[in-house]
């Protein structure tokens, strides 16, 4: 069993050297620590609310009981001042992540997020690993906070110029010359999409939400939408190099303009033996399907005009949609169709999914995932099977905003 104490409260925290900003984070930090844990291990972890406000905890990518989702469907908020356990088991390797799931365009970018890693049999081995949660916040001109609001934020999602790595902005990341880690990297920003590039070398795809994919994938570059998470091989480097991590420019057709921007800068030291070895295959991942197949459901992402907003996002025309039920055990081929001109991080809850067709391609390797991107116009096909967890589950756009506005929908798994 893995026990962990958090303390959700408020703090001043140094994201700039030498600005204290009012934030919010666990046991006094931003990110929260890091809960590592090995498939099988049973957390139970207790939460206790030292925040203004009520709040949730939900645990990102898990596979997990319904009632331990951490979301205002499943559990009342827990007030200032009480403490909530939640205790389930760990039953997939990956790297996870936790966030409050009340008022979370103000918790989340007040700093309340951290990662969850877990741990299988076979790991590929590297000479090291490092998780890099990445976010941005909007700062004001006193280095505090900026106040939430306005239609552009609303519209675009929320994006912040001060970009952060673990909560320290624009980090020097230091590395041994000749050797190969393995970067565990969770986008826990509001609404930015991490084009994300190491200057320009090329690195290598392990893993995604739901773990290992099923062979290692060489790039250049590798998209983040706003929840997602990567696991990644990076190096070898040459001592003396810096490396520029950065998130090149993405069109996501926001009213502001995308640009390429820094994140973190690696820094090359002297060399250290090498004794990782990344195996041609990682994993076997059956395809839930083959050959033509008709989906099941279809789920729209879409907009109506609204006064408070200009516009407000929405799923099958209404606000946070109430959908039909899912049958465990029942086949789910779900069209993600996504009727706006930007793009929208789709999220489901508790399950992991096969990606089938984008566009009506097939994606560039087999993995789980619990959330994937829905470009502008465009037709995301998902395949899932509920395993026998009955209640209530959600899917929704990850762009924080976006969600509160209401592009989202609700349903039950039922037997
Ligand atoms: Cu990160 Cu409703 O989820
Ligand atoms: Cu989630
Ligand atoms: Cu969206």
Redesign the pocket.
């Known amino acids: 069993m893995v026990e962990v104490d958090l303390e959700a409260g408020e703090i001043d925290w140094e994201f700039t050297p030498g600005v204290l900003t009012k934030a919010w984070g666990f046991n006094g930090q931003i990110p929260g620590p890091v809960i590592e844990a090995r498939v099988g291990d049973v957390l139970e972890l207790r939460l206790t609310n030292h925040l203004p406000e009520p709040t949730v905890l939900?645990w990102?990518g898990l596979r997990l009981p319904a009632a331990m989702d951490g979301?205002d469907m499943v559990q009342r908020g827990i007030k200032p001042g009480d403490t909530f356990t939640y205790r389930f088991t760990l039953r997939d390797a990956g790297t996870f992540?936790y966030?409050p799931?009340m008022n979370e365009t103000v918790q989340l970018e007040r700093g309340l997020y951290g990662a969850l890693i877990v741990r299988g049999p076979d790991e590929p081995t590297l000479d090291g690993e490092r998780v890099l949660v990445l976010d941005d916040v909007k700062l004001d001109r006193k280095g505090q906070i900026k106040k939430l609001g306005g239609l552009i934020e609303g519209h675009d999602g929320r994006q912040g110029g001060a970009r952060l790595v673990n909560g320290k902005a624009e980090p020097a990341l230091f590395m041994a010359a000749g050797q190969i880690e393995r970067w565990r990297i969770v986008n826990a920003s509001s609404a930015r999409y991490v084009r994300l590039s190491i200057g320009g070398r090329p690195f290598t795809i392990l893993g995604t939400d739901g773990g290992l994919i099923d062979a290692p994938v060489p790039v250049t570059e590798v998209l983040l939408t706003p929840?997602d998470r990567v696991d990644i091989a990076v190096g070898p480097f040459t001592e003396g190099e810096t490396i520029a991590v950065d998130a090149l420019k993405y069109n996501r057709m926001t009213v502001a303009r995308a640009r390429n921007e820094s994140f973190a800068t690696v820094r090359v030291g002297p060399p250290a033996p090498s004794r990782a070895v990344i195996p041609t295959t990682l994993r076997s991942i059956e395809p839930l399907v083959s050959g033509p197949v008709s989906p099941t459901r279809e789920v729209h992402l879409g907009f109506k005009p609204s006064l408070r907003h200009g516009v407000t996002f929405v799923v099958n025309k209404e606000p946070h949609h109430r959908d039909t039920p899912v049958k465990v055990g029942e086949l789910q081929v779900w069209d993600v169709i996504n009727d706006t001109m930007m793009d929208h991080p789709f999220?489901l809850?508790g399950f992991f999914f096969q990606v089938v067709e984008v566009n009506g391609e097939p994606p560039a390797f087999r993995s789980w995932e619990d959330t994937i991107n829905v470009p502008p116009k465009g037709r995301v096909r998902i395949a899932w099977v509920a395993d026998d967890r009955p209640g209530e589950w959600?899917y929704?756009c990850?762009i924080l905003e976006h969600?509160e506005q209401g592009m989202m929908g609700h349903f039950a798994v039922v037997r």
């Open positions: 939900h990102h979301t992540w966030h799931h929840a999220h809850h959600m929704h990850h969600h």
